[in-house]
């Protein structure tokens, strides 16, 4: 937004008014199941809101009249949730998020305005598009409920694997029935994952043609998971998802709709079946959520593990560095720098 110095506190407190915004919106929509639910890709909808206010309040320059944004940006496109499913969109759809909450600040800040009642207006409001129209329940007042008392960053996840959060909470139950009961790979006869209708429908297909596929597979997440400890950037890339040992393991994986259980962040009861016998184990809250989180040096691991493939050792270590001390940090243009370089590495596929 500005070249001068950006003080690291400031960020956090972008980041930090960013996220209390788009979870805001996300639950006046009736929450993240809901959103799903009613067709939309909640990134693509409520995420352009959180990177219009984190760019607006990490720049100075902008006006009083912030606190109406362009008059609130439009979601970006890319909002449908059919653009999630199995293709690359699902995660441009994030980048238009951005680039359009940062076009409206960049607006704002040049003098432009927009409605300020885009949540409340009675015609063409945000809510009335998005939730109203569909004959669900929206609730305006979610956007300023517990506002200073209930902070949203508290409730955001980390994802320790590198697929479908979906999928998360079966991966640490199949990791930790393999620890209990000592099986190998080669033991395994069958694996059963009883789960929700959404979840059997978004992570449902064993499909691994391409890496967004394989992500959002819960048939390769698991076999992935059992085969080699957990699911890595590695394991994504064609060579690892085209694994001969994936694939024949793959085949001996099942999903079974449970009605019991709800939404996408259902905990899946699995059974794993071996010469030995079955051993079922009905999964917990997913490592790295908000009730379960994880430790700081399982953080930096995974950081790690990902800026390997587009930053030298080195300055990777050195944005761990900075963000770990961001709060005292004078000036956050060296942070800039350093992503600035991982963009130039191109795209894993």
Known sequence: MRDEPVPGAQLMRAVVAGYELARRVQDALGGYDAVNNLGWHSTGVCGTFGAAVAAGS????????????????????GNLGVHRRWCHVQAHARGRAAEAGLNSALLARG???????????????????????????????AIHATLGKEWQIDKASIKPYASCRSTHSAVDAALELQRDHGFSPADIRAVTVRTSS??????????VSSLVSAQLSMHFAVATALLRGGVGLADITEQGRT?????????????????????GSAEPYLTVSTADGDYSLQAVRARGASTNR??????????????????????????????????????IRRMQQLLRASCEAGVIS
């Open 111 to 141: 003098g432009f305005t927009g409605p300020a009642d885009l949540f409340s207006a009675p015609w063409g409001s945000f809510l009335k598009i998005y939730g109203g129209s569909s004959g669900v329940s929206t609730d305006e007042s």
């Open 243 to 263: 694994d001969p040992r994936v694939s024949a393991l793959m085949g001996r994986i099942s999903m079974e709709l449970d009605p019991a259980q709800q939404g």
């Open 294 to 331: 994880l430790s700081d040096e399982e953080t930096i691991g995974k950081f790690m593990s990902l800026a390997g493939a587009r930053l030298a050792p080195d300055d990777a270590v050195e944005l761990v560095d900075l963000v770990t001390r961001l709060e005292d940090v004078p000036d």
């Open 58 to 77: 990490s720049s100075d320059s902008i006006p009083d009249r912030w606190h109406q944004p362009s008059g609130w940006p439009v979601p970006s496109r």
């Open 198 to 207: 959404l979840i059997m429908d978004m992570c449902g297909k064993a499909d």
